[in-house]
């Protein structure tokens, strides 16, 4: 297997007498899927944030590309989150810029690289607007008048335009309707297969880590308590709590 893109070994956080993060460890290989998944309260959208570089662990190292995340300055972390990673929220709100056009939220991450011409800058967003399922026609549209699934097909395409190496996805269907879910999960495999992206996705959807993911792990009280290819732990779960959140999704 090619040498990991991230590492993380030994992370520890606690918020008072509560172990967020409990010894994780955690590899992600170039253009591989992995989801952590688990109930509210497991740790995995602190692990995220932590992997992130926002926040901070109590203990514990991470590496991206064999450089010490941990002790980048926080301008170097900052232009590694607008260059080679991008982070999707589960809130586009949290993701965009409100007071911008659809296309100029596009173009502010092409311009973050040093894209300059602002015809190209038009076109590649108009391109990304096609790509995501947005009519072009609505670039100069502020998100403010886009539905939630458009919201979040356009943070997608804001994150995405720069073809970052590493994508970290926080429940980016959390708060959709069924069916825009299913469309949006379509969109974002489709789009990581076609870039092939790593991307680490927190999701407490069983069946989108199953749709999206090569390998899974599965959180519980701040520990991964199994982890392994998405259909084996799926399929044929080993801890106790796997088999308890996969038989909750059968039963449903």
Request: hydrophobic letters at 45%; proline letters at 4%; a neutral charge.
């Amino acid at each position: 297997m090619s040498t990991p893109l991230m590492e993380a070994r030994g992370l520890q956080l606690r918020f008072g007498r509560v172990a967020a993060l409990d010894d994780v460890a955690i590899d992600i290989h170039p253009g591989e899927v992995v989801a952590i998944v688990g109930e509210s309260g497991s740790g995995k959208t602190t692990l995220l944030r932590v992997l992130s570089g926002l926040m901070r662990p109590d203990a514990g190292a991470v590496t991206y590309r064999g450089e010490d995340v941990l002790a980048m300055p926080e301008a170097a972390r900052r232009r590694l989150m607008r260059t080679e990673w991008g982070f999707v929220h589960q809130n586009p709100r949290d993701g965009l810029r409100l007071g911008v056009t659809a296309g100029g939220n596009i173009g502010e991450r092409l311009m973050a690289v040093g894209a300059r011409h602002y015809g190209n800058i038009r076109a590649e967003a108009t391109e990304w607007l096609k790509r995501v399922e947005i009519d072009p026609a609505r670039m100069d549209d502020i998100p403010g008048k886009f539905s939630g699934g458009m919201q979040q097909r356009l943070q997608i395409a804001r994150v995405l335009v720069t073809r970052p190496k590493l994508v970290f996805m926080d429940e980016p269907t959390g708060g959709l309707d069924v069916s825009v879910q299913a469309r949006l999960l379509d969109l974002i495999r489709a789009l990581v297969a076609d870039l092939g992206l790593a991307v680490l996705i927190v999701t407490h959807d069983i069946a989108a880590a199953r749709l999206l993911a090569h390998r899974i792990l599965v959180m519980r009280q701040g520990q991964v308590v199994e982890e392994g290819l998405t259909d084996r732990v799926l399929d044929d779960p080993q801890h106790a709590y796997t088999q308890l959140l996969v038989s909750s999704v059968l039963a449903a």
